[in-house]
């Protein structure tokens, strides 16, 4: 448990970075890899945990996986191509989206395979993954069990499912796309609008996947058991690292920033539209679409005032890693900012909307919270010159994160504890406040 202790404000900077690429397409990039046929090539892989946790689970499962002058090369072998050992054990660290994207991919898996996380991801709900998946024909043997550890055994009579995704969460819908790839004739998916990299991921390959976009809700059409090739992939810079620095310089004064090659899907940009909103004038430069993926320079530069915001709830889904960072930004407008719908907040590598309220408490802000929402009493004055203790935060990566922000620009002595918690998104977190001027 190593602490970092902040008690300097950073100074203003004009800066041009790259942040660490985006977690959630390398994700997707490695294990649709590990389904094509041949070898495949990834760059600009991020060696965060989340990362590390899925080449050493992929490996597991037979895949082979190494890297050459920094580009990953991963050989797929094709759908259901795993091949592995009885009794494997897969730890998936703290990743989610590893854990339950994988658990898809095994609908077909001939061996019970157990999957185990840390602590933070051993608290999180797989029930939401086991029914859709039990419908395919997986098992799950320890039954009635709806945390990891958990054990799989796939079928060889799998039948396509119609699914009813209503959470918006693109982890149960990529879960359900994952276990259609191995499953014979038509998925139906109905999924409340989230984050689209799987569906987008397939297209760029010519899977046959079929996407009617309507209001609210998406309707995907899953053609199984269709095979595909390898491919070579560029992973974009990850917006929701991106956010972090973003209202580091809004809330700093006479700074500038520009952030390279940074993915601006319209599925993920509800920080921008909120923040916007709120009165940040952050602008997309050089868009331009690289496999499959839209991307842009960010440029963003330091703001005087923020509105405070009633945030449509619509946006909820768009923006549901960035809120903790959002509400560092509320914590600053003039006036009463309400968040509504979040109860998906609390289900997060830690109860975010709980911690957030604790954290906005210990910074004399007033807060007012229950179980979905949040109401955040704004003080465009705010200055720190206490101490603020930062513990027991379950290592949630985006908790660390926002408290180095609201540290390096509100002032006071911060001491905020495990620093490695940050590994598991953003390994170049500390390095890039090096490069815009901070020592620590
Ligand atoms: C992710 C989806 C979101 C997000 C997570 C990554 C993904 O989770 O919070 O960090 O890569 O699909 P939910 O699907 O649970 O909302």
């Not at 658990?103 to 999180?124: E, F, N, W």
């Not at 810079?237 to 700074?255: E, H, R």
């Amino acid at each position: 448990m190593v602490k970092i202790v902040i008690q300097k404000k950073i100074r203003d900077f004009d800066k041009i970075i790259n942040v660490d690429g985006d977690k959630s397409i390398s994700i997707r990039a490695l294990l649709i890899g590990s389904q094509s046929y041949g070898i495949c090539k990834i760059k600009n892989l991020p060696k965060s945990g989340d990362i590390l946790s899925t080449i050493n689970g992929l490996k597991k499962l037979g895949i082979n996986i190494f890297f050459r002058n920094k580009i990953c090369f991963i050989r797929g072998n094709g759908l259901n191509g795993f091949d592995y050992k009885k009794n494997i054990v897969i730890d998936a660290g703290n990743s989610g989206t590893f854990a339950r994207l994988l658990l898809g991919l095994l609908v077909r898996s001939p061996h019970t395979i157990k999957i185990k996380g840390d602590k933070s991801l051993s608290r999180r709900d797989f029930q939401r993954i086991i029914n859709p998946l039990k419908k395919f024909g997986a098992k799950f043997v320890s039954n009635n069990k709806k945390n990891l550890p958990l054990k799989i055994l796939g079928s060889d009579y799998l039948k396509p499912i119609n699914y009813l995704e209503e959470r918006g969460s693109a982890q149960c819908k990529s879960s359900v796309i994952f276990a259609a790839l191995n499953t014979p004739g038509k998925t139906i998916i109905n999924a409340k609008k989230s984050r689209n990299h799987t569906e987008l991921f397939l297209k760029f390959l010519n899977f046959p996947i079929k996407i009617i976009n309507k209001k609210k809700y998406d309707r995907i059409e899953i053609f199984g058991e269709n095979y595909f090739k390898s491919f070579s992939y560029d992973i974009p810079g990850d917006l929701s690292s991106s956010a972090f620095f973003i209202v580091l310089t809004l809330l700093l004064k006479n700074s500038k920033l520009k952030i390279k090659k940074v993915n601006i899907n319209s599925s993920r940009i509800g920080f921008i539209k909120i923040i916007n909103k709120m009165g940040a004038n952050v602008k997309f430069i050089n868009k331009r679409k690289v496999c499959g993926e839209q991307l842009a320079d960010i440029c963003v530069s330091s703001q005087k005032k923020f509105k405070p915001i009633n945030c449509p709830t619509e946006l909820n889904s768009n923006a549901i890693d960035e809120f903790l960072i959002i509400f560092l930004l509320a914590s600053k407008a003039s006036g009463v900012s309400t968040f509504r719908n979040l109860e998906e907040l609390n289900k997060k590598e830690s109860p975010r909307l709980k911690l957030a309220s604790v954290i906005l408490k210990k910074m004399g802000i007033k807060v007012k919270v229950n179980n979905t929402s949040i109401k955040i009493f704004g003080n465009p004055n705010l200055k720190l010159n206490k101490e603020i203790l930062i513990n027991n935060y379950h290592k949630d990566h985006r908790v660390f994160m926002t408290s180095v922000v609201a540290a390096l620009c509100l002032g006071g002595k911060w001491i905020i504890d495990d620093v490695e918690s940050h590994m598991s998104s953003f390994p170049s977190f500390l390095s890039i406040l090096r490069k815009i001027g901070y020592k620590l």
